[in-house]
């Protein structure tokens, strides 16, 4: 260090490089000159560019420790003015800590000629360590004045990285106990999976039974997997963040439980390497949200059974009113008509039209009264009440009807007799308006808890993709849709016509 005390003034850095050749020691300590015009040669300035730009430190030293270069790295890293410290003592310009080591290491090179490496740990002033590897090497003389050169590759500070592992691993085995997900990382260049305790507990498994992505698709329901497996495959594809879902998953006792999924994809250099993701178990929530929906929809329909059994009294109502009161104001009418005494055959043509009139007015609203009142089919039953339709028709000689049943249909609540009925009268008198059919047949079974009702006819039939579906058949379809049922036309010109209506038997 004594050595190093006396500082003199040599040229700055800058004129280094031109005024100073470039000499190596030889291991037999004979100095020679790689150039022979100094200033000149391009090694000159290669040599200079290489330590200037370099991103690691380097220095140069003479003998007395007088800084005469270093890199911009160098300045950077002391945080140093580079006007500040050329030609002055280097233990003036960089933590004293830093030159005590470099000191025997800098005498060692001095004295030998010979290059050394070392790997020093120093301790700065502001507790971090700068650990580095350094190469040390003569360059020979210069204005009388031996002259080293130093470049040190600062290396990572192991104990330091040790430090941030082991507190990286006790905060996520802390996030591993705090949180109720199941959390999992599938390794994709080997297609290794690995997952914290949360995943075994949560579904019943093993400790390491998660293998890879095969195992944890077996596991995902069939009728939701292949949406699951295309959703991470497109995301992938879509070089996507993340993604996430909704899908069953099987758990070691073979149930399945509702799961939240949640993937976040690791790309590197724009190719997937790592996929990470979380499991919640949904099933409390899903089975919640099935409750609120079922009721839902059993509010639903005690409103609409309310609304249809509201429309049925309306009905009852105004056929009550019409048979009644209308009616009766009709049959009187008749009979005053028929109290006058004409004069003349003309007079008489209107006295009789005007009873004939009368009469068919009061025919037709007879008809429409009792179609507008449902039958009691509480007490009648759905049964008697289609076959009373059936036994009307073939009275007034419009058409065979044959009607075939069995007794299972009277099971039905009382809102499905009502549709069923409503059904059957809607299609007979659509048969009888617009079919001309000569016969017709009625079957009402129930198999597999369901209702079937089929009225088939041998009209005229029609192209049901062509013929407009008037007020009847689109009263016949609300009322199927209400109890969640289907309807099937076929027909064809010529071939008459087939409906089947076909409702659930229980009550959901």
């Not at 996929?275 to 089975?287: F, Q, R, T």
């Not at 579906?469 to 064809?492: C, K, M």
Request: some cysteine; aromatic content about 8%.
């Amino acid at each position: 260090m004594r050595e190093w005390a006396a500082t003199k003034n040599l040229n700055h850095a800058s004129d280094l490089s031109t005024a100073m050749p470039l000499s190596v020691v030889k291991d037999d300590g004979i100095t020679s000159s790689s150039v022979t015009n100094p200033g000149t040669g391009w090694e000159d300035n290669l040599f200079y560019n290489f330590l200037q730009q370099t991103s690691q430190l380097a220095w140069i030293l003479d003998n007395e420790g007088t800084l005469l270069f270093a890199s911009k790295a160098f300045y950077k890293y002391f945080d140093i003015e580079e006007k500040e410290c050329i030609n002055r003592n280097v233990m003036d310009t960089i933590p004293i800590t830093v030159t005590h080591s470099l000191y025997e290491l800098h005498n060692r090179v001095l004295t030998t000629g010979r290059p050394v490496e070392s790997t020093q740990r120093i301790r700065l002033a502001d507790g971090n360590n700068l650990i580095c590897f350094m190469n040390l090497f003569s360059l020979g003389s210069f204005n009388g004045k031996k002259l080293v050169a130093g470049h040190a590759i600062r290396l990572p500070d192991t104990n330091e990285l040790e430090k941030k592992y082991h507190l990286a691993q006790e905060r996520l085995l802390t996030l591993n106990r705090a949180t109720s997900d199941a959390i999992w990382e599938w390794d994709m260049q080997n297609g290794q999976m690995v997952h914290n305790d949360t995943l075994p507990e949560l579904f019943g498994y093993k400790p390491n039974t998660a293998r890879g992505l095969s195992w944890w698709l077996r596991q995902i329901h069939p009728e939701d997997r292949n949406r699951i497996a295309d959703k991470v495959k497109q995301a992938i594809e879509a070089h996507e963040q993340s993604w996430d879902d909704e899908y069953r998953f099987k758990c070691a006792d073979n149930h399945y439980k509702h799961i939240q999924h949640k993937g976040f994809v690791v790309y590197e250099n724009g190719l997937p390497i790592k996929m990470i993701g979380s499991l919640n178990d949904v099933s409390n929530l899903k089975a919640l949200e099935d409750k609120l929906a079922k009721e839902k929809v059993k509010r639903q329909k005690e409103i609409s059974e309310i609304m249809v059994k509201a429309q049925e009294n309306e009905r009852t109502r105004i056929g009550h009113e019409l048979h009644d009161n209308v009616n009766q104001l009709l049959s009187a009418t008749k009979l005053f008509v028929d109290f006058l005494t004409p004069v003349g055959k003309e007079q008489r043509q209107v006295k009789q039209k005007s009873i004939d009139y009368i009469q068919l007015t009061i025919d037709e609203i007879r008809k429409l009264s009792k179609e507008l009142v449902a039958p009691s089919l509480k007490e009648h039953g759905l049964v008697q009440s289609i076959r009373g339709l059936a036994e009307d028709i073939e009275m007034v000689g419009a058409m065979s009807v044959r009607f075939e049943h069995d007794d299972e249909s009277e099971q039905l609540s009382n809102g499905k007799k009502v549709a069923l009925f409503r059904i059957a009268q809607e299609q007979l008198k659509n048969i009888l308006k617009h079919s001309h059919a000569k016969n017709t047949s009625i079957s009402l079974y129930t198999r597999d808890e369901q209702v079937k009702l089929v009225i088939t006819d041998d009209g005229n039939g029609f192209n049901p993709q062509q013929t407009y579906q008037g007020i009847g058949l689109g009263n016949i379809r609300e009322r199927v849709n209400f109890y969640n049922g289907s309807v099937d036309i076929t027909s064809a010109k010529g071939q008459g016509c087939k409906l089947t209506v076909i409702i659930p038997a229980e009550e959901e």
